[in-house]
């Protein structure tokens, strides 16, 4: 088995500067990458198997349904995934392709290391390589020989564009397009669907969502010295129809003050402290966006709930 990881994590000057930009913000609110701390992964993986968010393994069983499919329409290459997380949905994927290499972006390294190991055992003929960053915004690979020459197929499923504004979505889109090098993009995307079910998605009733969101205070401490009480924020998941997503947040319970990094942050009672947003995007909502970022949807398919696509984007020119 061959692994390697290359660590690109950004600095904990930048962590810093990153906070202070996003406490400044009304309302208030950091990048989502933030939460996937090693703890923060596990619990993110412990989400997935909640009985209330059903689209992992509607997912996995697109996937695994379509993989052959799939595979005939990527054409052979070397499979990027942007966010691998547990890496149970690349699987099926790196099966049907048979790849030589695979690359895996995140921004968690003992994710990546965990992630690779396993899927190694599974593709032992497979290269792993590790890619420790923020995948957001990264527009070329490191160099590597595994890396050099192959054409690039890229995955990024889970529906995790979703945590992105549509503006943020059409700039990670753009440096994918970028990375990818004039291959193909599987994208996942979660649909809109009945309200409430959504909520329970993104507040599961074993209290593990909101254990997520607390988890970034702990992380925040821990990294930035800080003196975060993670009693005193409830947590809360909505959706706003208007902008088509969930919000999730930790509502402070009281005035309170809270130092990071050698800085105090005056919360009011009341106020919102945004740890993400989950958008929805039905299937001509997911053209037009991809459209602005110079893709096209090639091919799609659709769980039988009509709750996750994957999308095959292709470069519009």
Request: glycine content about 6%; overall charge negative; charged content about 20%.
């Amino acid at each position: 088995m061959s692994i390697t990881l290359l660590n690109l994590h950004p600095p904990q000057a930048d962590l810093q500067r990153l906070v202070r930009d996003g406490l400044r913000r009304k309302p208030r609110q950091l990048p989502a990458w933030m939460l996937y701390d090693a703890e923060g992964s596990r619990l993110f993986a412990e989400i997935c198997r909640q009985p209330e968010y059903t689209l992992t393994n509607r997912e996995i069983t697109l996937l695994k349904q379509h993989a052959e499919a799939i595979a005939d329409a990527t054409g052979a290459g070397l499979v990027v995934e942007f966010g691998i997380g547990n890496a149970r949905k690349v699987d099926p994927l790196l099966t049907a392709l048979g790849s030589s290499v695979f690359a895996a972006l995140d921004i968690s390294l003992s994710a990546l290391e965990e992630a690779l190991s396993g899927l190694a055992a599974q593709h032992p003929n497979t290269a792993m390589v590790g890619v420790c960053c923020d995948h957001t915004r990264l527009q070329q690979l490191p160099r590597h020989p595994a890396l050099d020459g192959e054409r690039r197929i890229g995955f990024f499923p889970g529906s995790s564009l979703g945590n992105f504004t549509p503006e943020e979505a059409v700039d990670f889109l753009r440096n994918a397009r970028q990375l990818l090098a004039g291959g193909p993009l599987l994208l996942g995307v979660d649909q809109p669907r009945e309200p409430a079910l959504m909520e329970a998605a993104y507040d599961d009733a074993a209290g593990v969502s909101a254990a997520f969101a607390r988890n970034l205070l702990q992380r925040l401490n821990r990294d930035l010295q800080g003196d975060a009480d993670p009693t005193q924020f409830r947590y809360q998941a909505s959706w706003q129809p208007q902008d088509q997503r969930i919000e999730m947040a930790l509502i402070s319970r009281r005035d309170q003050t809270v130092h990071l990094g050698g800085e105090a942050w005056f919360f009011r009672n009341g106020e919102a402290w945004i740890t993400e947003h989950s958008v929805k995007y039905s299937q001509d909502a997911a053209a037009a966006l991809v459209a602005r970022a110079g893709w096209r949807i090639e091919r799609s398919w659709e769980d039988p709930h009509q709750q996750m696509a994957l999308h095959l984007l292709l470069p519009a020119d």
